[in-house]
């Protein structure tokens, strides 16, 4: 995507676009194999003994089974970390063999092998003089919003503690990160499991030195690890920790989730107390390997958190995995609540320097006057459109524009038709201060009052100058959006209802350790930031605490019950932000650590309105030497209208809140608790009334939980909805200007008639399908040209409530499956991206790589509903394509 950038500034800046053009059926890569590694599969077993681990096929083991069925198979990798991971991960070309695999005795799960991208490009400033007085000094503010400060001021800095770090590596050579690498350094140990030159698809070459590569691990670490009394001064908030570095990303590409789930469990054995890992990949399901793998290792009494995700402006049902393990802690951000500026000077008028958001000043030297693209303020798609041929040379101006309705980007072309390079944008009204980031020029963000007075000057014939200057005008701001959650960070709630991320940490506009080569320091954003900072709160804690199972198992329910809740906006008295985008709040290091209260579980989990799960029991337990008498309240937060109005597709973010209350009963709403002893309270949560079901609303909220000196919640969150009713299969021409689903020929043109194909030197078929939400399964299979299937998907539009199928898929008159995919992630609405749709190319074979004899066919597209069964029919969505030939000696 060229908007990856996942600064809150700049993700901010895609809303500016209202509408999509529509993307060019030319830009489908029918090769791409989607996010799996194709044909490999890690199959776990119960016990290593069911295994045979040298390979022999003797014995009553999976390979001797597999033998024995006639499965074609290539081992890769074994793993026997039991409660962790048993089994093997390997190569098996053909679908029909998996299922035999899974018939055999011991087998307990086959999952296929996930692309987890690397991560995404961040916009990041690199600082090579610490003294630089462009730079504005403020680098702790994160400390003090989650009382990190007070843990330092009481010598809590993470001793003792074993943080392992699972990212594209350190530069442990960096002199605030230890300056070297092994036994007595700060990073004592670690791996690269990859080589630099790894991309996610071809051979890993591990070696035993994790020296960072592409430097998003170095910045991770330096937000845990980096020690004090560098001029620019930073403190990692638990920078006495140990760190080991493992690596698994190459220099570029993306890491695979065996990788990841090799390294955690490395990490697992080297007896690390934390595992953290700024990555992900958008999933949406809580079941893949990485994910659970991650799960076990958090059951067995380590801390593993997890980036939730940047992925906001997606909107609702978009969480990434690993993040997803569900005991595994997934970091949501909240921004920093100073932002940098920087200055520019007003001449021609009395006016007082104005500030604009910048860590560093624009390039621009000398006076230069302003240009102003329409004198009229309430004007909303300002420079959308190409501006008059009258337009002067703007070359030598400052080019001030209005936001609004279109991306900047295309404001900035426009105005670059007639040679501008500098731009202002002024906000609008209502919206939100952000970072300005355009391909080819440079450009920054001022206010909205601040661009009212240059456009009625401008307007008014007076020539105002702008003068940036280079030095010496950087300063702090309260940031507008300062402790609010970060436009970027990724909305859940998973397709099963567990609430991702956790709770949220400062992750916007973060200044850090870099990789001496590109720097030693920079500023970065995202939940990849935020991270790392939950990984060092939980060494806090640990050292608060005292390390161990007990506490590492509790960690997520201490940072959940102690987080303050972020609101939704900084208007007095605004509704809480939705939990499917926050968690439980922004993490309170100094109460999670300190807290003679405890309170468990930290989540309530209330499912959708089909399997609603309403009852919960509270436990309270009062570990200090007074009896404290506690008050129970119930705080709504917002109401997440998680789908758009008539459309099957999930809400963008920021996703639109209502204040529609669940239903809450406490009982007692008040206890008192004995020193020593735990009280249980119990709650009844029901989905709010009155809501519009047609939008899926997610609601969620607070049980507090206050004695006169502590103050703790609760969170819960629920669908107001039936998931198994929500389509899944875009049916619209939005997209492509086609109505989807669609089958492509060679020609890139929409097949709408019966054709021939010879499925010989690229002439074959492809199937183009888009997801507007997740599907536990989708098959796609191959029927007779003739079969009596009534899809639920027509030509004409929507017409699933008119069949009933009858009750069993095997009265499918399927001739045999072309493709099955488990857990899919809904695509993705943005207008170009890496998710926007799937693809599926027909060459000709059987799922299981046999040839499909001439004859006339179509292709049978079937979607599970989220919740469905996947034995009957009526759980499905389906599509049923135009009459599809093979013809192996046509000469066309
Ligand atoms: C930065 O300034 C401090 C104090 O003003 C000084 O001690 C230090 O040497 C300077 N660092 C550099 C790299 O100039
Ligand atoms: C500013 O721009 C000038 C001219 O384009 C260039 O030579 C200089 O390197 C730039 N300075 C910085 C700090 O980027
Ligand atoms: C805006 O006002 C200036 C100064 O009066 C004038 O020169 C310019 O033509 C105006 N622009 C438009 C688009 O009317
Ligand atoms: C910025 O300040 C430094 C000293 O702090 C000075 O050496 C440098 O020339 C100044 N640069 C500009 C563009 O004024
Ligand atoms: C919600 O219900 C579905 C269907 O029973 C189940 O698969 C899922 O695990 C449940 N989610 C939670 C969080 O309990
Ligand atoms: C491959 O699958 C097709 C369709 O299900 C089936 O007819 C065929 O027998 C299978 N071939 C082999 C070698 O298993
Ligand atoms: C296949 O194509 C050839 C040549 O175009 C034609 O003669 C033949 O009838 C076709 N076969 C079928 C089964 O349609």
Redesign the pocket.
């Known amino acids: 995507m060229k908007f990856s950038l996942t600064s809150s500034w700049v993700v901010a800046a895609l809303f500016a676009t209202s509408s999509f053009a529509a993307v060019p059926l030319s830009s489908i890569n029918t090769a791409d194999t989607g996010r799996y590694v194709p044909n490999e599969y890690i199959v776990e077993m119960a016990s290593i003994s069911g295994l045979a681990g040298k390979r022999a096929y003797t014995g009553r083991t999976l390979y001797y089974h597999m033998h024995k069925r006639g499965v074609q198979f290539d081992v890769k990798t074994e793993y026997d970390t039991p409660d962790i991971l048993v089994g093997a991960s390997m190569k098996i070309e053909s679908p029909d063999d998996i299922a035999k695999v899974a018939g055999i005795p011991g087998v307990q799960a086959i999952r296929p092998i996930i692309l987890i991208p690397g991560p995404k490009p961040i916009e990041s400033f690199s600082v090579s003089d610490p003294n630089d007085s462009r730079l504005s000094p403020s680098p702790m503010s994160t400390h003090t919003m989650t009382g990190v400060d007070k843990l330092h001021a009481q010598g809590i800095l993470g001793e003792g503690i074993k943080i392992g770090i699972i990212d594209s590596g350190i530069d442990y050579k960096h002199p605030s990160l230890g300056g070297g690498f092994g036994e007595g350094f700060k990073v004592s140990g670690g791996w690269d499991f990859v080589g630099d030159r790894f991309t996610g698809s071809n051979t890993p070459v591990p070696d035993n030195d994790p020296m960072d590569c592409g430097g998003h691990g170095t910045h991770v670490a330096g937000i845990i690890a980096a020690d004090p009394g560098n001029e620019f001064g930073v403190v990692g908030n638990a920078y006495k920790a140990s760190i080991s570095g493992y690596r698994v990303f190459g220099c570029g590409g993306s890491t695979t989730d065996e990788i990841i789930a090799q390294s955690l469990i490395r990490g697992y054995n080297e007896g690390m107390d934390i595992l953290t890992l700024s990555l992900g990949g958008v999933d949406g399901w809580t079941i893949g390997t990485g994910s659970v793998v991650a799960s076990r290792i958090a059951e067995q009494g380590r801390v593993v958190t997890i980036a939730a995700g940047n992925d906001g402006s997606d909107g609702a049902w978009y969480t990434s995995s690993p993040g997803n393990g569900i005991s595994a802690i997934s970091i949501g951000s909240v921004d920093n609540i100073v932002v940098s500026v920087q200055n520019v000077n007003v001449k021609g008028v009395e006016h007082a320097p104005i500030a604009y958001l910048q860590l560093l000043p624009l390039n621009v030297t000398g006076e230069l006057p302003i240009y102003v693209t329409n004198n009229d303020t309430t004007v909303k798609d300002d420079a959308c459109n190409p501006l008059p041929a009258t337009t002067p040379d703007l070359s030598g101006h400052i080019v001030v524009i209005h936001r609004g309705t279109c991306t900047f980007q295309i404001k900035a072309d426009n105005a670059a038709k007639f040679g501008a390079k500098n731009f202002l944008i002024y906000n609008s009204d209502d919206g939100e201060l952000t970072g300005v980031s355009i391909d080819g020029y440079q450009a920054a963000m001022i206010s909205a009052d601040d661009g009212k007075f240059l456009v009625g000057q401008f307007a008014a014939g007076v020539e105002v100058k702008l003068e940036f200057p280079q030095n010496g005008s950087a300063a702090t701001i309260d940031s507008p959006h300062g402790g609010l959650t970060s436009a970027f960070s990724s909305y859940g709630p998973t397709y099963d209802m567990f609430f991702k991320p956790a709770v949220s940490a400062p992750g916007g506009n973060i200044l850090s350790t870099i990789p001496t080569a590109q720097g030693s320091w920079g500023i970065k954003s995202g939940t990849s930031m935020a991270t790392p900072f939950a990984a060092g709160a939980a060494a806090l804690v640990l050292q608060a605490r005292g390390k161990g199972k007990d506490v590492s198992r509790e960690m997520r329910d201490l940072f959940q019950t102690t987080a303050i809740p972020v609101a939704s906006s900084k208007e007095e008295g605004s509704i809480a932000n939705t939990v499917s985008q926050q968690g439980a709040g922004l993490v309170q290091v100094d109460r999670a650590s300190q807290y003679k209260t405890l309170v468990s579980p930290g989540q309530l989990l209330l499912n959708d309105t089909a399997n609603l799960d309403s009852l919960h029991t509270i436990t309270i337990r009062n570990t200090g030497s007074e009896s404290a008498l506690y008050q129970l309240s119930h705080v709504a937060a917002g109401t997440a209208q998680s789908l758009k109005a008539d459309s099957k597709w999930a809400s963008l973010g920021p996703v639109e809140l209502v204040d529609a209350p669940a239903g809450v009963t406490i009982i007692p709403s008040s206890v008192t608790v004995s020193p020593g002893s735990s009280r249980r309270v119990i709650v009844r949560i029901t989905p709010p009334r009155g809501v519009d079901e047609s939008r899926l609303p997610v609601y969620s909220g607070f049980i507090n939980i206050a004695s006169k000196t502590e103050s703790l919640r609760v969170t819960y969150l629920g669908a107001a909805g039936s998931l198994k009713k929500k389509a899944i299969l875009d049916n619209t021409d939005a997209y492509f200007e086609q109505k989807l689903p669609l089958v492509l020929t060679p020609g890139g043109e929409v097949q709408s008639e019966p054709k021939?194909y010879t499925m010989k030197d690229l002439d074959s078929p492809s199937l183009v399908y888009r997801l507007t939400f997740g599907s536990p399964a989708i098959k796609v299979d191959l029927v007779q040209k003739d079969a009596s299937i009534k899809p639920t998907l027509t030509k004409r539009g929507w017409f699933s409530w008119l069949f009933d199928w009858g009750s069993d898929v095997d009265d499918l008159p399927i001739i045999g499956p072309l493709q099955e995919l488990g857990y899919v992630p809904r695509n993705s609405e943005a207008p170009v991206t890496d998710n926007g749709f799937n693809v599926f190319n027909f060459i000709g074979v059987f799922a299981n790589k046999t040839r499909i004899e001439?004859?006339e066919y179509r292709i049978l597209l079937r979607a599970l509903k989220v919740t469905g069964n996947p034995k009957k029919l009526g759980d499905y969505e389906s599509w049923l394509s135009p009459v599809i030939?093979i013809?192996s000696?046509?000469?066309?």
């Open positions: 021939s001439d004859g030939s013809n000696t046509s000469s066309s």
